[in-house]
Protein backbone atom coordinates (compact mmCIF):
# COMPACT_ATOMS: atom_id res chain seq x y z
CA UNK A 1 0.00 0.00 0.00
CA UNK A 2 1.19 3.33 -0.87
CA UNK A 3 1.73 5.92 1.93
CA UNK A 4 -0.12 9.31 0.59
CA UNK A 5 -0.17 12.74 2.38
CA UNK A 6 -3.49 12.79 2.77
CA UNK A 7 -3.74 9.48 4.87
CA UNK A 8 -2.17 10.75 7.46
CA UNK A 9 -4.10 14.15 7.20
CA UNK A 10 -6.95 12.45 7.81
CA UNK A 11 -5.89 10.46 10.62
CA UNK A 12 -4.48 13.59 12.30
CA UNK A 13 -8.30 15.08 11.62
CA UNK A 14 -10.17 12.28 13.25
CA UNK A 15 -7.29 11.64 15.99
CA UNK A 16 -8.50 15.56 16.76
CA UNK A 17 -11.95 14.90 16.72
CA UNK A 18 -12.00 12.44 18.81
CA UNK A 19 -10.00 14.59 21.08
CA UNK A 20 -12.05 17.40 21.17
CA UNK A 21 -15.29 15.32 21.50
CA UNK A 22 -13.67 13.65 24.45
CA UNK A 23 -13.20 17.13 26.57
CA UNK A 24 -16.23 18.12 25.25
CA UNK A 25 -17.90 14.92 27.19
CA UNK A 26 -15.47 15.35 30.01
CA UNK A 27 -16.46 19.11 30.66
CA UNK A 28 -20.04 17.78 30.32
CA UNK A 29 -19.93 14.91 32.84
CA UNK A 30 -17.56 17.48 35.03
CA UNK A 31 -20.41 20.34 34.53
CA UNK A 32 -23.31 17.86 35.64
CA UNK A 33 -21.30 16.87 39.10
CA UNK A 34 -20.81 19.94 39.96
CA UNK A 35 -24.49 21.14 39.23
CA UNK A 36 -26.10 18.38 41.23
CA UNK A 37 -27.87 19.85 43.83
CA UNK A 38 -27.21 18.18 47.48
CA UNK A 39 -30.02 19.19 49.61
CA UNK A 40 -30.04 18.69 53.60
CA UNK A 41 -32.83 18.09 55.22
CA UNK A 42 -34.10 21.69 56.30
CA UNK A 43 -34.22 22.30 52.21
CA UNK A 44 -35.12 18.59 50.59
CA UNK A 45 -38.80 20.32 50.56
CA UNK A 46 -40.82 16.94 49.76
CA UNK A 47 -38.55 15.74 47.09
CA UNK A 48 -37.14 12.75 48.20
CA UNK A 49 -39.64 10.84 50.24
CA UNK A 50 -37.80 10.50 54.01
CA UNK A 51 -35.19 13.24 52.87
CA UNK A 52 -35.81 15.49 56.27
CA UNK A 53 -36.99 14.66 59.72
CA UNK A 54 -40.87 15.97 59.43
CA UNK A 55 -41.41 13.38 55.98
CA UNK A 56 -39.55 10.49 58.25
CA UNK A 57 -40.44 6.88 56.92
CA UNK A 58 -42.77 5.04 59.14
CA UNK A 59 -41.14 1.54 60.16
CA UNK A 60 -42.31 -0.52 63.26
CA UNK A 61 -41.76 -3.82 65.10
CA UNK A 62 -38.95 -5.47 66.83
CA UNK A 63 -37.40 -6.33 64.19
CA UNK A 64 -37.47 -5.47 60.36
CA UNK A 65 -35.60 -4.25 57.51
CA UNK A 66 -36.17 -0.95 55.38
CA UNK A 67 -34.65 0.30 51.71
CA UNK A 68 -34.61 3.95 50.58
CA UNK A 69 -33.19 5.82 48.13
CA UNK A 70 -31.71 9.37 48.92
CA UNK A 71 -32.67 10.81 45.56
CA UNK A 72 -36.44 10.83 43.99
CA UNK A 73 -38.40 8.24 42.59
CA UNK A 74 -38.51 10.13 39.61
CA UNK A 75 -34.23 9.62 38.84
CA UNK A 76 -33.66 7.59 36.23
CA UNK A 77 -30.65 6.58 34.09
CA UNK A 78 -26.83 6.51 34.25
CA UNK A 79 -26.69 9.94 35.14
CA UNK A 80 -26.22 11.21 38.77
CA UNK A 81 -29.28 12.02 40.13
CA UNK A 82 -30.00 16.16 40.30
CA UNK A 83 -31.29 15.85 43.47
CA UNK A 84 -29.95 14.11 46.67
CA UNK A 85 -30.62 14.19 50.27
CA UNK A 86 -28.20 14.54 52.45
CA UNK A 87 -29.94 12.32 54.97
CA UNK A 88 -33.13 9.60 55.23
CA UNK A 89 -34.90 9.34 57.96
CA UNK A 90 -37.28 6.74 59.75
CA UNK A 91 -39.70 7.00 62.21
CA UNK A 92 -40.09 4.11 64.88
CA UNK A 93 -42.49 3.53 68.22
CA UNK A 94 -40.61 1.01 70.38
CA UNK A 95 -42.76 -2.38 70.17
CA UNK A 96 -41.53 -2.52 73.97
CA UNK A 97 -38.87 -2.12 76.49
CA UNK A 98 -34.84 -3.36 75.70
CA UNK A 99 -31.85 -2.92 73.92
CA UNK A 100 -32.37 -2.74 70.11
CA UNK A 101 -29.47 -2.49 67.85
CA UNK A 102 -30.32 -0.75 64.19
CA UNK A 103 -27.71 -1.12 61.29
CA UNK A 104 -26.93 0.34 57.66
CA UNK A 105 -25.24 -2.83 56.47
CA UNK A 106 -26.01 -3.56 52.79
CA UNK A 107 -25.88 0.52 52.20
CA UNK A 108 -24.31 1.18 48.89
CA UNK A 109 -22.54 4.09 50.16
CA UNK A 110 -20.41 5.11 53.36
CA UNK A 111 -22.95 6.13 55.87
CA UNK A 112 -23.52 8.22 59.15
CA UNK A 113 -26.15 6.64 61.86
CA UNK A 114 -28.13 8.14 64.68
CA UNK A 115 -31.12 7.85 66.87
CA UNK A 116 -32.79 10.86 68.28
CA UNK A 117 -35.86 10.48 70.97
CA UNK A 118 -38.53 13.32 70.90
CA UNK A 119 -41.20 14.01 68.22
CA UNK A 120 -40.36 17.44 66.99
CA UNK A 121 -37.80 18.90 65.05
CA UNK A 122 -36.79 21.04 67.91
CA UNK A 123 -37.44 18.55 70.47
CA UNK A 124 -35.09 15.75 69.33
CA UNK A 125 -32.01 14.37 71.44
CA UNK A 126 -29.14 12.67 69.86
CA UNK A 127 -28.82 9.01 72.06
CA UNK A 128 -26.89 7.51 69.92
CA UNK A 129 -24.40 7.85 66.66
CA UNK A 130 -21.82 5.83 64.60
CA UNK A 131 -19.67 6.15 62.00
CA UNK A 132 -17.68 3.58 60.40
CA UNK A 133 -18.76 0.16 61.25
CA UNK A 134 -19.24 -3.00 59.32
CA UNK A 135 -18.88 -3.38 55.36
CA UNK A 136 -18.03 -0.87 53.11
CA UNK A 137 -17.96 2.32 55.92
CA UNK A 138 -21.70 1.08 57.27
CA UNK A 139 -22.79 1.65 60.71
CA UNK A 140 -24.24 0.27 63.60
CA UNK A 141 -26.19 1.01 66.68
CA UNK A 142 -27.84 -0.30 70.17
CA UNK A 143 -29.84 1.79 71.98
CA UNK A 144 -32.15 1.01 74.99
CA UNK A 145 -36.08 1.91 73.89
CA UNK A 146 -39.23 2.27 76.38
CA UNK A 147 -42.20 0.50 75.19
CA UNK A 148 -44.16 2.92 72.79
CA UNK A 149 -42.03 5.82 72.44
CA UNK A 150 -40.98 7.60 69.67
CA UNK A 151 -37.39 7.29 68.15
CA UNK A 152 -36.20 9.12 65.03
CA UNK A 153 -33.16 7.61 63.36
CA UNK A 154 -31.35 9.42 60.48
CA UNK A 155 -28.73 8.02 57.77
CA UNK A 156 -26.49 9.79 56.26
CA UNK A 157 -24.76 9.91 53.03
CA UNK A 158 -20.76 11.13 53.47
CA UNK A 159 -19.72 12.90 51.01
CA UNK A 160 -23.51 13.70 49.02
CA UNK A 161 -23.31 10.15 47.57
CA UNK A 162 -26.61 8.63 46.23
CA UNK A 163 -27.69 5.14 46.22
CA UNK A 164 -30.02 3.08 48.40
CA UNK A 165 -29.60 2.91 52.09
CA UNK A 166 -30.29 -0.07 53.74
CA UNK A 167 -32.10 0.36 57.57
CA UNK A 168 -32.26 -2.88 59.99
CA UNK A 169 -33.20 -3.09 63.06
CA UNK A 170 -33.94 -5.94 66.00
CA UNK A 171 -34.42 -6.47 69.28
CA UNK A 172 -31.55 -7.89 71.16
CA UNK A 173 -31.52 -10.80 73.10
Request: glycine share 10%.
Amino acid sequence: MIDRPDDHRQTRWIAALLVVVGLGLMIWLGLAMVDRNVQGDETNGGQVPGGNMTDALPIDGPMGQAVAPNFPPSSSGPEPPAVVAHSVWWMWTAPGDGHFTFATHGSEFDTVLRVYSGTAPDDLTEIAMNDDDGDVLTSSISVEALLDETYHIEVTAKDGAAGLVTLTWSKNG
